[in-house]
């Protein structure tokens, strides 16, 4: 069972945006702090963004004030809002549950390149 579907990557050239959504399983995302990482080539993965089950988003420095992180508890989505884009941006983005977690999903790729 597919339990993290990510979706809304693409290339953009910088400073543009990108919306990412992540669809997960209810056993995964309900009441449970949500998390979207990212992993560039030759680096390890690392938490961009939070958002408790009550709504409250925590930030990584490295995307504070571009990145927005939201939720639909109906839809058991998680969004990334992504702003003011950088070539160091350019990974591929996962979510996952953080107090518990599914099986990685595929990711969705951005590309951040003139």
């Known amino acids: 069972q597919v339990q993290l579907v990510e979706s809304g990557g693409g290339l953009v050239q910088p400073g543009g945006s990108l919306r990412l959504s992540c669809a997960a399983s209810?056993?995964?995302?309900?009441?449970?702090?949500m998390g979207w990482y990212r992993q560039a080539p030759g680096k390890q993965r690392e938490l961009v963004a939070s958002?408790?089950?009550?709504?409250?988003?925590n930030y990584a420095d490295f995307v504070k004030g571009r990145f927005t992180i939201s939720r639909d508890n109906a839809k058991n989505t998680v969004y990334l809002q992504m702003n003011s884009l950088k070539p160091e941006d350019t990974a591929v983005y996962y979510c996952?549950?953080?107090?518990?977690?599914?099986?990685w999903g595929q990711g969705t790729q951005v590309t951040v390149s003139s």
């Open positions: 996952n549950g953080i107090k518990w977690s599914g099986s």
């Open positions: 209810g056993s995964i995302f309900r009441f449970n702090t």
């Open positions: 958002i408790t089950g009550g709504g409250s988003p």
